[in-house]
């Protein structure tokens, strides 16, 4: 009985799916526009925008300094690395009311170039597009070596307030304030929330309470700017033997 009642169930499903209709194929119709000069412009779109791009190009074509040798970017020590990292070191002082005792530029966030001439808002925006706030941290000596090692990894980044040799990739001879570093010793850094959080394979500064105000480091290189500016200086950095590669 039970074999019957299986053999029933069976007919009923085939006779189920026999009955179902065919699929049928369906048809995509589509057209190509092709995009050129002779496509209708909407007049009306087009005043509606053009007073915000209009003010868009007015703010970032702003001219805030002026640079007389233009600043590059390189491999151990850069012109451009020591001008973002001393702006970040100034300018955090200044914000966050502390003696810091170093600051740090991830070589890769450095997107773009100071060419000789009028330095404008816009350019700070295409050296800096990121986001990226400044963050202090307290860390130890030996945290602080295990982050230069990887600096020095990289080929070296940009730095203020330390000077150091690259050798079989690792950071050695490394000076702060003319002292030599101690792994026993407390420092406090500047980074992006970017490195601080991890980024850039920088894992042993995961974790460490860091303090933020939400001050971009854009914010920083735009006022050490205007600032520099103020004074009457040029914005042109030298390099400094800041980090090198040891012979």
């Not at 169930?9 to 065919?22: E, G, N, Q």
Request: glycine share 8%; with cysteine; hydrophobic share 40%.
């Amino acid at each position: 009985m039970y074999q019957i009642r299986k053999i029933g169930i069976a007919l009923v499903l085939l006779l189920a799916i026999s009955c179902k209709p065919a699929p049928q194929q369906s048809v995509v119709q589509f057209q190509g526009y092709q995009v050129n000069k002779q496509v209708f412009v909407d007049s009306s779109l087009v005043r509606l925008i053009a007073p915000y791009g209009n003010q868009l190009k007015s703010t970032m074509g702003k001219v805030i300094g002026i640079s007389e040798r233009g600043l590059y970017k390189k491999q151990p020590e850069s012109e451009i690395g020591n001008f973002m990292a001393d702006a970040m070191k100034e300018m955090v002082e200044i914000k966050f009311g502390k003696k810091v005792d170093a600051a740090f530029v991830n070589y890769g966030g450095v997107r773009s170039y100071i060419a000789k001439g009028n330095v404008t808002v816009g350019q700070i925006f295409e050296l800096m597009p990121f986001d990226n706030l400044v963050v202090l941290q307290e860390i130890n000596g030996s945290v602080l070596q295990q982050f230069l090692d990887k600096t020095a990894i990289d080929g070296g980044w940009p730095s203020s307030g330390i000077t150091m040799e690259i050798k079989d990739k690792k950071a050695v001879h490394i000076m702060i304030a003319g002292k030599p570093l101690d792994l026993h010793a407390k420092y406090l850094i500047a980074n992006s929330d970017y490195v601080a959080n991890g980024g850039s394979d920088c894992s042993m500064l995961k974790g460490i309470a860091q303090e933020n105000r939400g001050y971009l480091l854009r914010d920083a290189l735009l006022e050490y700017t205007v600032a520099s500016t103020a004074k009457g200086k040029t914005i042109d950095s030298n390099i400094e033997n800041r980090v090198v590669n040891a012979n």
